[in-house]
């Protein structure tokens, strides 16, 4: 298995030789025991997240490269939390290759485990977390150890977070969590938690519009700084929790967002936030710079333009008869606004219209109404699929 055939051992032991500090005192900082760290570096293989514990004090900028390789040579004992860093990484022709390795070998459980992330690759590229394709290929395995039981109600509860059945969602969340302390390996408790957090703190903000819970789930991503997507979803989150609040605070998380991922192959996931940040900008009335400008959208904002172009456009839509409704004093807009954002079950970007709204003097009782249509097609919802949730368990 050793594709790259570099010498992380050899590496590592140079590494400690220029720095002259004693093998014990490395294993103290990093929590593992003298002996584990000098039975890898003697050639022995240990738990793999011990190994990245020993890569990230010893020479954290080429972790990828160095783990990228320990990945290659786990064996039986490593092979899903390797796996799971791989997928952390979105190193996908490592889980390609971790797959061929074990799909067809005799360990039922491995087989299991590369099945599951053959799924989770397949929808990556579909772009769609299917309720159906999960029910039809992945629920009729029948797991025996705890960390693929938990995994795979953490796919069931995305499929049902990416379909907008929030309810259920948070459910589920509340049974993982049951379950997260009876996983041995940290590294893949750890990874676990960040996937049920960066969902729970998008649910809380914009399903639930609890600010407090949702600023605690995003301090807690941004704190365990398990990878760069989810101190990216902390940091979002954040932000967008100050929207109406603090244009400091939120700007603040916005541009620690953009420097995180201000890299040619993020450059897509800062723009994003640059988008936000512009958005920002605007509802605090304040100048918009030409490097916020990352989409027509945006242009066409800060140029006061008509925005009818966008009314259909799935991303837009609820944004764009906000702003035009806005400028215009509409009302009929603005209420169209608040509909979308509310259908999305997006209740705390619904505040942009509702706030306007208000300044309108439109009656709170017909706002709160729109709302409160929108929660209970969302119960219904969530009902309508109840008989075959049963047939789940």
């Known amino acids: 298995m050793n594709k790259y055939k570099f010498d992380v051992r050899g590496h590592l032991k140079n590494i400690i030789e220029s720095k002259e500090e004693p093998q014990k005192q490395i294993a103290d900082k990093i929590g593992i025991s003298a002996s584990h760290l000098s039975k890898f570096l003697n050639g022995q293989e240990i738990a793999l997240w011990m190994v990245l514990e020993i890569v990230r004090y010893l020479d954290k900028d080429n972790e990828i490269e160095i783990m990228r390789q320990c990945c290659y040579e786990a064996t039986k004992k490593n092979i899903k939390t390797a796996f799971e860093y791989a997928h952390s990484k979105k190193l996908d022709s490592m889980t390609t290759h971790l797959i061929g390795e074990t799909i067809n070998g005799s360990n039922r459980e491995l087989r299991e485990w590369a099945l599951v992330y053959g799924w989770q690759l397949e929808s990556k590229y579909s772009r769609v977390y299917s309720e159906v394709e999960y029910l039809e290929k992945l629920k009729p395995l029948k797991p025996s150890s705890q960390d693929l039981k938990t995994l795979l109600l953490i796919l069931e509860m995305l499929?049902?977070?990416?379909?907008?059945?929030?309810?259920?969602?948070?459910?589920?969340?509340?049974?993982?969590?049951?379950?997260?302390?009876?996983?041995?390996?940290?590294?893949?408790?750890?990874?676990?938690l960040s996937r049920t957090d960066e969902a729970l703190a998008n649910m809380y903000l914009k399903f639930r519009n609890n600010k407090e819970q949702a600023r605690e789930r995003a301090?807690?991503?941004?704190?365990?700084?398990?990878?760069?997507?989810?101190?990216?979803?902390?940091f979002f989150i954040s932000g967008l929790s100050y929207f109406h609040e603090s244009y400091d605070n939120a700007a603040y998380y916005f541009k620690r967002g953009i420097e995180l991922n201000n890299s040619r192959d993020r450059y897509f996931v800062a723009n994003d936030l640059r988008e936000q940040l512009a958005i920002l900008n605007m509802f605090w009335e304040r100048p918009v710079s030409k490097k916020l400008i990352v989409s027509e959208f945006i242009k066409n904002v800060v140029r006061q333009n008509n925005l009818e172009q966008y009314y259909d456009y799935e991303v837009y839509s609820a944004l764009a008869f906000y702003f035009d409704g806005k400028k215009e004093k509409s009302i009929e807009k603005l209420l169209l606004s608040l509909h979308i954002f509310c259908d999305k079950k997006d209740y705390f970007r619904a505040n942009l219209p509702k706030i306007e709204l208000l300044k309108l003097g439109v009656d709170y009782n017909i706002i709160k109404r729109e709302v409160n249509i929108s929660e209970k097609d969302s119960h219904r919802d969530s009902n309508n699929i109840s008989d075959s949730i049963s047939l789940c368990f």
């Open 159 to 192: 499929c049902f977070y990416y379909s907008g059945k929030f309810d259920l969602s948070l459910h589920y969340v509340e049974k993982i969590h049951d379950m997260l302390p009876e996983i041995k390996d940290p590294f893949i408790q750890k990874a676990f």
């Open 219 to 234: 301090a807690k991503l941004i704190e365990r700084n398990f990878s760069v997507n989810s101190v990216t979803n902390g």
